[in-house]
Each structure stands twice: as C-alpha cells, then as structure tokens.
C-alpha cells in the first residue's frame, strides 16, 4: 500500500486496492511493493487518460491481473514491471480505443520484443517508446507506412494511432 499511495497519493485508493494486492501477490509470489509500485504507475496512467474512481481501481485490477498473466508465460517478470510498468503504460497512451486494451498490446508487444531481440525487460520497454515514436514522426512515417498499404492514424485529424497490435500484425504481413 505505502508503495502505491507514494506514487499516486491517494491513500483512499490503496485501501481500496490492498486486498486486490494480495490476491495477486499470493497468486504470483510477488512482493507486495513490487505490487504497488506497478499498481501506482498504472493509475496514474488511467488517471492521466481520464479514468477517475472506480474506473481508475478497475483499470488497475485489469492491467495489473494482465501484466501477472504475461509475467507467468512471459520473460518480462513482475518484478521488471515494477522497473518498467511506466514506460510501457506512457507508451500506451496516444493510441484510439479503451485503455486497458491498448495498454495489454503495448504490454505484449514488450513480451515479444524480449523473443526478437531485446537484451531483457529494459530493452523491451525502450523498444515500445521507440515504436510509438517511430509511428508519430510525421511525414516520414507516415510515407514509410503508407508505402506499404497502413494507415497508422486512427482519425483525419492525426491526433490518436490505431490499435499497437493492429498495426503491428499489418506491418507483418506487408512485409
């Protein structure tokens, strides 16, 4: 809990969120500040995309029960979430669709980023950055993915991508 409520400051949040804490810490033999430390970066994600009160605990219980379950078949562990968590859940913003959605890809995507190369949890977290960097650059970008058939914007106004997976299974197959 203290862990949670250091990143979030809402105390109110993590009494909510405590019992959910230790089911997973139970069910995944992780520390329960590993827990909140990944718990705290995926509210302020959810707060950050508008998720207020109980949307904001479910979007939590949500990514963080998903975050357990790739870590249980995935190289990515708890523990590197708790490391990593943000940069994979700010790589998730930007994107159209429902949060908790678009933050599982981004999540999978660091998974399979640790089969194609990446060196380790780190790498992988870089490696989801750098993909949405790469997507929002511009003109290049949009050249380079237009070239092979994509759309990576999700409205004429440029202002949100489509589904990271979506585009990463047209990127497949295009090549």
Do not use: C
Request: hydrophobic share 45%.
């Amino acid at each position: 809990m203290a862990a949670f409520h250091g990143k979030t400051g809402n105390l109110n949040a993590a009494k909510d969120l405590a019992p959910y804490f230790a089911d997973v810490s139970d069910a995944t033999g992780t520390e329960m500040t590993t827990i909140g430390e990944l718990a705290g970066e995926a509210y302020r994600q959810a707060f950050t995309e508008g998720l207020r009160g109980g949307d904001a605990i479910d979007a939590v219980k949500k990514i963080v029960g998903m975050m357990a379950g790739q870590a249980a078949s995935g190289t990515i562990e708890m523990k590197d979430y708790a490391q990593v968590g943000s940069k994979i859940l700010s790589a998730s913003s930007g994107y159209a669709g429902n949060y908790v959605d678009v933050a599982n890809s981004v999540s999978a995507i660091a998974q399979m980023s640790t089969l194609g190369g990446a060196a380790g949890a780190p790498e992988a977290a870089t490696a989801v950055q750098r993909m949405k960097k790469t997507l929002i650059k511009g003109s290049s970008a949009d050249k380079a993915w237009g070239m092979a058939g994509i759309n990576v914007w999700a409205d004429e106004g440029k202002t949100k991508l489509r589904d990271p997976a979506q585009l990463m299974f047209e990127a497949v197959a295009a090549s």
